[in-house]
């Protein structure tokens, strides 16, 4: 089974927050990663943050992490149609540095 | 090019046959991925290349699947005798070699789609 869980969906309304959430389990994870997979592309990294962090902010995205419940989530402000994409999280183990454990992947639609 | 291309783009194939899927990663890159990404699956680690150390093979799902870097560059993923659900998006990816706790940001291909009938 799958060490890191999101929900499959989000539906938002243009320039609204998205809110995408993600669980992990492997509580020695260095870095976590948000990916971004449009249609027909393969999959980009939007922003990632270490482990002994709490938040990280990039423009339009905050990455906030609860170490204590293995909690990450992506915050998209002013979400736009281009934002549409299946959005990825994924975490990498300490004993494993080239395994990226990713979880199934939310599925973001915009609507106008 | 500048960044990880694989081919074929899409292949259809028999219950049976066997496959063979190309990666070309980034230039200078020294470590070298393969993920499956299925529907309802999400993306599945498969094997990782780093350098001239002995390849990570532990997600690879049966002795079906194999894979090789040659030189340090070029991968190949074979798998052989395929079966209706090895049908999937077969993702490359290639990231910069660097060791346990650094940061590790892989650049993915656009995949191969496998079909097997």
């Known amino acids: 089974g799958e060490d890191v869980e999101q929900s499959l969906f989000l539906s938002v309304r243009e320039g609204d927050s998205s809110v995408i959430n993600c669980t992990y389990t492997d509580s020695s994870s260095t870095y976590l990663y948000w990916y971004k997979q449009e249609p027909g592309a393969g999959l980009q990294l939007l922003t990632y943050i270490f482990s002994n962090m709490d938040m990280k902010q990039d423009q339009r995205l905050t990455v906030l992490l609860n170490k204590k419940d293995k909690h990450l989530s992506l915050r998209i402000a002013d979400t736009q149609t281009g934002d549409s994409a299946i959005y990825f999280c994924?975490?990498?183990?300490?004993?494993?540095?080239?395994?990226?454990?990713f979880g199934a992947g939310t599925q973001v639609v915009v609507t106008p | 090019g500048a960044g990880v291309s694989q081919s074929p783009s899409n292949k259809v194939t028999e219950k049976g046959k066997d496959v063979e899927l190309r990666c070309d990663p980034i230039?200078?890159?020294?470590?070298l991925y393969w993920y499956r990404q299925s529907l309802g699956q999400g993306l599945e680690f498969l094997i990782y290349?780093?350098?001239?150390?002995?390849?990570?093979k532990s997600g690879l799902p049966s002795d079906r699947f194999s894979a090789e870097r040659t030189g340090g560059s070029v991968s190949t993923l074979t798998i052989q005798r395929t079966q209706q659900e090895d049908s999937a998006v077969y993702l490359c990816?290639?990231?910069?070699?660097?060791?346990?706790?650094?940061?590790?940001?892989?650049?993915f291909g656009p995949g191969t789609r496998l079909t097997v009938l």
């Open positions: 994924a975490e990498s183990m300490a004993d494993s540095w080239g395994k990226l454990q």
């Open positions: 990816a290639s990231s910069e070699g660097s060791g346990t706790g650094t940061y590790n940001e892989q650049f």
């Open positions: 230039s200078g890159h020294t470590a």
């Open positions: 290349f780093q350098g001239n150390s002995a390849p990570d």
